[in-house]
């Protein structure tokens, strides 16, 4: 645990700091600003009980002269597991790049990145800090249907003057600069995605994409989202359909997955939240089909602390589970 002493001696410095603000990282100056984050969680089924201490990470971004910009993470997760069903536990310090990339900034219409960096795809892979995110878990759909980083370029912009229409091109041609650290892993990712706002409240989108597999699996798929945001009151949805081509065992299959969740503000610090995901996988090695329901409880007493619960009710109920966590941004 020498690692995350370090840790917490180094960033708790940071408290005491000049200027400092919580969750809005340390200005050393405008070439470099440096960032932590991590987050702790207990889960509990008929199956697991266990407690993590899940994300360990740091950041550093900044911007550099002629209209760059880049942004560096490196993350060890999980960091620590205790599992009290086994009576066991794992540390594991290796840090993993989790982003790496070099921003080109040109107009508001056109832009350039290069390295690894979020699949620019719905709302909730958008997310990766789990305290910026309303619910302790992760729906099946974002981790299961496209890889949730592209190692490779990138074009992003708006298509209008009025910025109510946004574009994202992103090709990936290698292996992941991390192929270790990704929930998909490939060396081939094309893919295309749109955003509209509506109004101040609502905004849809889509993604289109194909990517190929170390299994040798060729992964086509389309994408919808939607949302609704006017508070105390957020709504939102993705839903996806892909197409996968075993190349091994020469079959056919597909993946239907999303989720729709909504969320009440009590007040700017309590909410109340609940999700419906659906999940259904056809590939024979791995067929299954859930159907999940979540109710969850938020309690943020700062922007950058979140404290969350929730239960989740599967539509196999062994695998009904609890989940408390604990996440700050530094």
Sequence with gaps: MKYFFIFIVFFSSWLFADEYKLGHGYKVDNALNMGAYFSVDYTNDKSIDRFRLD???????????????YLAEFEAAPFYVKDYKQGTSQTN?????????????????????????????????????????DTSSNPL???????????GVE?????????????????????DIDKNYINIQNDFFLGASLGYEVSDEIEVGSSVGYYETYERKDVSFVEANAKYENYPFLVQTEWAYTNVQNNVL???????????????????????????EYFK??????????????????????YAVSIKGEYQFNSDSYLNKAIISFSVLF
């Design 250 to 276: 020469h079959s056919n299959a597909y993946q239907i997955g999303g989720y729709l969740q909504g969320m009440y503000n009590l007040n700017p610090k309590n909410a109340l939240v609940s999700r419906y």
């Design 281 to 302: 996988d056809t590939q024979k090695n791995v067929m299954s089909k859930n159907h999940i329901y979540v109710i969850g409880y938020s309690y943020r007493p700062f």
């Design 141 to 151: 759909y974002s981790e299961k249907m496209f890889p949730k980083f592209v190692t």
């Design 155 to 175: 074009t992003y912009g708006y298509l209008d003057e009025d910025e109510q229409i946004q574009y994202h091109f992103f090709l990936q041609s290698t292996d």
């Design 93 to 133: 310090t290796t840090p993993h790049k989790e982003r790496m990339y070099l921003n080109y900034f040109y107009s508001d219409m056109f832009n350039f990145r290069l390295g690894k960096f979020i699949t620019p795809i719905g709302y909730w892979n958008l997310e990766p800090i789990n305290v910026l995110r």
């Design 55 to 69: 994300d360990m990470a740091v950041l550093a971004y900044g911007n550099l002269p002629s209209n760059f910009s």
